[in-house]
């Protein structure tokens, strides 16, 4: 079982509402991934992080940001969350080498729903 | 753009079948083919992955086979039992980008049925 949580799993919530979803791992692992994945199971990489301070966007364009200030967490924020942001968010971590591939560890997922 | 084709989206099959998911991929970059397992509730968990110098690998009942000059891969799973009904994905990344991000494809949804 890898070592990476996501809180809350369950979030139903109003349109125009602030929400955070939360992601820490005990790996020590210096990059981290957000994914959303749709009804129909892609997974599409929203954001991803080299290690502090470090921030990127990924393929799918979203609304939400991120912020990396320790190694070990890594949330995601929506300012005003709307019907069109219902998904499941999931979040991962690997070490990252230069040239060398590793492994993504994923947490068990927050489902979002948005009235 | 889909960077990797899945296909197909669900498959059916007896107990002791041999399902085959099949993916397919345009960026000769690519150097690394992981397969990903997902249990209703729970995150995708790595299964088995392959680099393009081998043309197979196989790990207990899982197998990868891996055609390069087709640019496909493809997962088998032997004897394949009822505690094998999960969403498989593949997956496929570069590290030529130096991100090393992974590209995955859209889900094949697997049921054993006993």
């Known amino acids: 079982e890898a070592d990476i949580y996501q809180t809350p799993r369950y979030l139903v919530i109003g349109t125009g509402k602030k929400i955070t979803l939360e992601c820490s791992q005990t790996?020590?692992?210096?990059?981290m991934y957000w994914y959303q994945q749709d009804p129909g199971m892609e997974l599409h990489l929203i954001h991803y992080?080299?290690?502090?301070?470090?921030?990127e966007k990924g393929d799918l364009s979203s609304e939400s940001t991120v912020s990396r200030i320790r190694t070990e967490h890594f949330p995601l924020t929506l300012e005003s969350a709307r019907p069109s942001h219902t998904s499941q968010y999931l979040c991962?971590?690997?070490?990252?080498?230069?040239?060398?591939?590793?492994?993504?560890?994923f947490g068990p997922g927050t489902r979002l729903t948005v009235l | 753009q889909q960077q990797v084709k899945q296909s197909p989206q669900s498959l059916i099959v007896q107990k002791g079948g041999i399902p085959i998911i099949n993916c397919a991929y345009e960026?000769?970059?690519?150097?690394?083919f992981p397969w990903y397992q997902q249990f209703p509730g729970k995150g995708p968990a790595l299964l088995i992955a392959?680099?393009?110098?081998?043309s197979e690998k196989k790990e207990g009942r899982f197998t990868i086979s891996f055609n390069k000059s087709a640019k496909q891969f493809s997962l088998h799973i032997m004897d394949s039992q009822p505690g094998d009904s999960a969403t498989y994905f593949c997956?496929?990344?570069?590290?030529?980008?130096?991100?090393?991000?992974?590209?995955f494809g859209t889900g094949t949804r697997l049921t054993v049925i006993p």
């Open positions: 997956a496929a990344s570069s590290h030529q980008t130096g991100a090393n991000n992974l590209f």
């Open positions: 790996m020590g692992h210096d990059k």
């Open positions: 991962a971590s690997s070490e990252y080498r230069q040239g060398v591939y590793n492994e993504q560890f």
């Open positions: 992080s080299y290690g502090v301070n470090s921030t």
């Open positions: 392959i680099r393009p110098d081998v």
């Open positions: 960026n000769t970059a690519f150097d690394y």
